[in-house]
């Protein structure tokens, strides 16, 4: 069960700020994040362990709601360097499944 | 720190045909991924290892595809035959147990 992450695309000027979502039908023992951008490989953004805990790495920050099965990730003052496809990946018994992909462009 | 090394970078065979992909992950990391990504969507498993053993190769299409990992180290992907619908990124990931992923720049398939 792929999780399902919204909104699908993000349009931005820099220095503006966005929140992408990642939905679960199922238990979850961690969250990672991603970043891709165009024709590159998949970069680890941060890993969110279940407790509710909160994680920021510079200006980008994410929430774990365990109850919820949701994550959220926050881009704050978004830069050009920020354009890219973030994906979210649930842990279930020891296997990442990825989600379905938000496509966030920041333009000047 | 050396990063995930795959080859080729780049593919191109006609269905029926076979083809393997190479990965190096990185050094001291026991478990391995292989993914394949299919363009507009995100990575799906294929086979994941830790060591030499295969942790879940579930969603692995297994009377084409085979993967293997001998001593724990490098690992290889081979489809044979191939189809059309394998035409996607392949990606390799390595990772300390359960730890964050680090994928390699992956091998572009294009299957004529």
């Known amino acids: 069960q792929q999780p399902v992450q919204s909104p699908q695309a993000v349009i931005l000027r820099e220095g503006e700020d966005a929140v992408i979502n990642c939905s679960s039908s199922k238990a979850l023992y961690s969250v990672h994040w991603y970043r891709q951008k165009h024709g590159e490989a998949p970069v680890f953004l941060m890993i969110?362990?279940?407790?509710?805990e909160q994680k920021g790495h510079e200006k980008i920050s994410a929430s774990f709601n365990e109850k919820k099965q949701q994550s959220s990730l926050y881009l704050t003052a978004s830069q050009l360097s920020y354009s890219g496809t973030y994906f979210c990946g649930t842990d279930t018994n020891d296997k990442l499944i990825f989600g379905t992909g938000t496509r966030l462009q920041v333009f000047p | 720190e050396a990063g995930v090394a795959q080859s080729p970078r780049y593919k191109i065979i006609e269905k029926r045909q076979s083809v393997a992909f190479w990965c190096n992950p990185i050094?001291?990391?026991?478990?391995l991924y292989w993914y394949q990504q299919i363009l507009g969507q995100g990575p799906k498993l294929l086979i994941q290892f830790q060591n030499n053993g295969v942790v879940d190769d579930s969603q692995l299409p297994k009377d084409r595809f085979s993967a293997e990992r001998l001593k724990g180290v490098d690992s290889t992907l081979k489809i044979q035959p191939a189809k059309l619908e394998d035409s996607a990124v392949y990606l390799c990931?390595?990772?300390?147990?359960?730890?964050?992923?680090?994928f390699g720049p992956g091998t572009r398939l294009t299957v004529l």
């Open positions: 969110l362990l279940k407790g509710g």
């Open positions: 050094s001291g990391h026991a478990t």
């Open positions: 990931a390595s990772s300390l147990h359960q730890g964050p992923q680090f």
